[in-house]
């Protein structure tokens, strides 16, 4: 799933995805990028993947990383495991920056399997 903050707007939307019952989702890569549209100072991205679970009711971070535009405007994330989603939950990728005029583009890939069942 994607999501964009568009030039003029003041707010954003989240990419996100939700997880079935009856299955797992294997969030397995997670790509984020930005570019400065206009004038002031390079921007530090915070990217944070959070899951919350219906189950449970909680919601929690399982993931976090921050860009800083002056070195690279772009993060590539490919864990050497996947992180877990459990069933019934949403996991949504949300990105701030410290400064205006940043346009920040996010993808990210999941499997979904069906639980075993018991």
Request: net charge negative; hydrophobic share 40%.
């Amino acid at each position: 799933d994607q999501a964009e903050i568009p030039a003029g707007e003041g707010s954003t939307q989240h990419a996100f995805f939700f997880v079935p019952a009856g299955h797992v989702g294997l969030m397995d890569w997670l790509w984020v990028n930005a570019v400065k549209t206009s004038g002031g100072n390079s921007p530090i991205l915070t990217t944070k993947v959070w899951v919350t679970s219906l189950v449970s009711g909680s919601k929690y971070e399982v993931f976090r990383d921050n860009i800083d535009i002056a070195l690279s405007n772009h993060s590539d994330v490919k864990p050497s495991q996947p992180f877990v989603v459990g069933e019934k939950s949403l996991v949504e990728v949300q990105v701030t920056t410290d400064q205006n005029n940043t346009a920040v583009s996010s993808r990210f890939s999941m499997i979904v399997a069906r639980l075993a069942a018991t």
